[in-house]
């Protein structure tokens, strides 16, 4: 296994006083921190006693540990700190697995199935290994691993990960970006309050941990990040910024693409590779609505993707067509200055209430974090767990369920009392809003959104309106909705997602016999494990189709998986010698047919949910249904009979 960098293995000798540490602790995780007092102690018993941690979702961060409880607590915490101090920040011998395995038990507030072992003793990395190597890497020959030269299209956060791994690998490559540095999504989108919508704790690099300011950080936090990884990979000479891919080629006789892409000025650069890293994301490609009269309107109009900061909206009437995570997001920041909030509302989403979500990390967690030994690393894990299978089983279908309408299960329809218990409490003093906004759909048919409260409260305020009558037009003063009334507005802002089911849109992928990748998915996106596609050798897909995610996990988590896999692809073809590999179709449809049968088990799958996780047949052709082990699992190594492995041209062959 590769080693991390030190400086993620590590945390901070402690020389504050006792004051500082117990105001420090004032902060602290309980759970987190009993873990953390195993390792600081020698002592399992801190988790064997009768203080322990629920596993309710939506309970406190706390697990329900009550407030007398986590006073004890934190005085043992205090006096561990102060003696693991005054020995020179000395640690005893590291518990055995057994323990760890106990503390993951202890998190999780159940007995974790024992088929999870692997998976998350992997991902906690206790030993500072690294879960997303594979270990084939390190048998290519040295003197083959130049034979290759891979092309990464997308310089997000995929595509840094990809020119990470490969340079960690020494394979050759390019990373060819549109824009004019790093960041994919992060750069692109600048709404006012665009932010992350999973912890920033899970949504980082496994190798790249990071001192978050807040919980859910916003957007110029996230693109320093991202900056910052690039230069600390030290990947930024290996990208071509300004370069927009259009079309790409495989050649058969010699195994190998060829890319081709414009820069701002128009002219044609070409690139050769034996193999292709799409890394271009699912939602990068605004999508406005069909709506007539769109060129009639008189004022500034723009995408919440595209937003155009040089229009001041103080006093200004302002609608807002559509309801998603961006508008959830930008409309709250700009209410306030506006002269008049009108919502366009198709459908309403299901609110996720997290009261952290807008708040910072205090300072004394932020030095919990830096100082004391596996806190971090437990805290993360924390994290991880309770987004990981989260609330899978409670938006999966029960087989004898039949009200698939505004439920698909028992658990399901708990979780819908749940949440419109959350929306009445909130809109209490406002009845004429909690019809609007309590959807006629089950929980996570859709994509629900992280909130404080922050959404609803903004609905309720004096300039602001929900309209939920269908718009009929654009006029040249507003929108007219179907009732015939006409809304008079002076801005225009659409937040109305994306071109989601177009993956890897607009380039021109032309495969094996020259077949161009959209026309042969004909508006229905299929691969292979989200990665590889019958007919187009060496393209490997990065958050590629079902590869998304609803109520579990983080994204960077599958990126990561996908990009072991594709390094064990890669690993393959150098060791034994193959020129490409192409999946084959009886494993692929196979694959597909299974992930359809998941998915039409889950909430999102409900026949009358309409989303953008479907396509215009009703397909699921994003989301991912079933465990994260699962993925896991499945993309730790390929299997070489999954795929046609191609040999080298002949002329190569005679020359070896």
């Known amino acids: 296994m590769v080693k991390l960098a030190d400086k993620f293995d590590t945390w901070e000798p402690i020389d504050a006083d006792d004051a500082a540490i117990a105001k420090a602790l004032e902060h602290a995780n309980i759970p987190a921190l009993m873990a953390a007092l195993v390792h600081i102690t020698g002592d399992p018993g801190v988790i064997r006693g009768s203080i322990r941690p629920s596993s309710d979702f939506f309970g406190d961060a706390h697990g329900g540990i009550g407030e007398a409880e986590q006073a004890k607590v934190r005085a043992d915490a205090l006096e561990a700190l ?61 003197d083959r691993r130049h034979e290759a030269h891979v092309l990464v299209i997308g310089a997000g956060m995929s595509g840094l990960l990809a020119g990470y791994r ?20 992060w750069l692109e989108n600048t709404y006012p309050g665009c932010r992350v919508d999973s912890p920033n704790h899970t949504y980082s690099y496994s190798f790249a941990p990071n001192d978050w300011p807040q919980h859910y950080s916003p957007q110029p936090v996230l693109l320093d990040y991202f900056r910052r990884c690039a230069e600390e990979m030290d990947i930024r000479d290996h990208i071509r910024f300004g370069i927009e891919v259009d079309r790409a080629d495989y050649d058969e006789t010699s195994a190998t693409w060829s890319v081709s892409g414009r820069n701002a000025q128009g002219v044609v650069e070409s690139f050769a590779g034996n193999a ?39 006093g200004k009437r302002i609608a807002v067509i559509g309801t998603g995570a961006s508008a959830f997001q930008f409309v709250p920041r700009i209410a306030p200055d506006a002269s008049e909030v009108v919502i366009f509302q198709k459908s309403p989403p299901w609110v996720s209430p997290r009261e952290e979500y807008y708040q910072d990390i205090p300072k004394g967690k932020h030095w919990l974090l830096n100082h004391v030994p596996y806190y971090a690393k437990w805290y993360r894990f924390l994290m991880f ?6 609330l899978l089983e409670h938006v999966r279908k029960d087989p004898d369920w039949n009200d698939t309408d505004l439920a698909v299960g028992r658990s399901n329809a708990e979780l819908r009392t749940l949440l419109e218990g959350y929306i009445t409490e909130v809109l209490a003093d406002r009845p004429d809003l909690i019809a609007t906004q309590i959807p006629d759909y089950p929980p996570a048919g859709k994509r629900m959104l992280v909130d404080d409260g922050t959404w609803l409260r903004t609905l309720k305020r004096d300039n602001v309106t929900v309209i939920t009558e269908g718009i009929a037009e654009i006029t040249e003063c507003g929108l007219k909705t179907a009732d015939g009334l006409e809304h008079e507005v002076d801005v225009i802002v659409y937040g109305t997602g994306f071109h989601a089911s177009r993956i ?78 192409d999946c084959r179709q009886d494993v692929h449809d196979a694959y597909i047919d299974r992930i359809d ?34 993925f896991w699992e499945l993309t730790r190594r390929p299997d070489p009979s999954d795929y046609h492995l191609i040999p080298p041209p002949q002329p190569a062959r005679k020359r070896a």
Not at 113 to 131: I, K, N, R, T
Not at 515 to 535: F, M, N, R
Request: net charge negative.
């Open 597 to 630: 049968a998941g998915n039409a088990n889950m909430a999102w799958g409900a026949p009358k949910v309409i989303s953008w996780y479907k396509n215009e047949q009703g397909r699921v052709t994003q989301n991912w249904p079933f465990t994260l082990k699962e």
């Open 276 to 314: 292709i890293i799409c890394a271009v994301g699912q939602l990068n490609r605004p999508r406005l609505p069909d709506i007539p009269g769109q060129e009639k309107f008189a004022g500034p109009s723009w995408h919440s993707a595209r937003w155009e900061h040089e229009h001041d909206l103080k």
């Open 385 to 390: 767990w309770r987004t990981a299978e989260g």
């Open 166 to 185: 490969l340079k960690q690998a020494a394979i050759p490559f390019t990373i060819i970006e549109k824009n004019e540095d790093v960041g994919g999504t």
């Open 504 to 581: 890897a849109w607009p380039i021109e992928f032309h495969g094996v016999a020259g077949v161009e990748l959209q026309q042969q998915w004909s508006g229905d996106p299929k691969a292979y494990l989200g990665i590889t596609v019958p007919g187009f050798p060496n393209l490997f897909l990065m958050y590629g189709p079902n590869t998304n995610i609803v109520v579990n996990g983080s994204i960077i988590f599958f990126s990561e998986c996908e990009m072991r896999y594709i390094l064990g692809c890669l690993a393959l073809l150098l060791e034994q010698g193959y020129a490409a590999m």
């Open 82 to 142: 102060k003696a693991y101090r005054d020995r020179g920040c000395t640690l005893p011998s590291d518990p055995e697995n057994a323990v760890v395995r106990e503390i993951m038990d202890f998190l999780a507030g159940q007995p974790l199935p024992a088929d999870y072992e692997d998976f998350l003793m992997s991902e906690l990395s206790m030993g500072g290994e690294d879960p997303y190597w594979p270990p084939e890497v390190d048998r290519i020959p040295a």
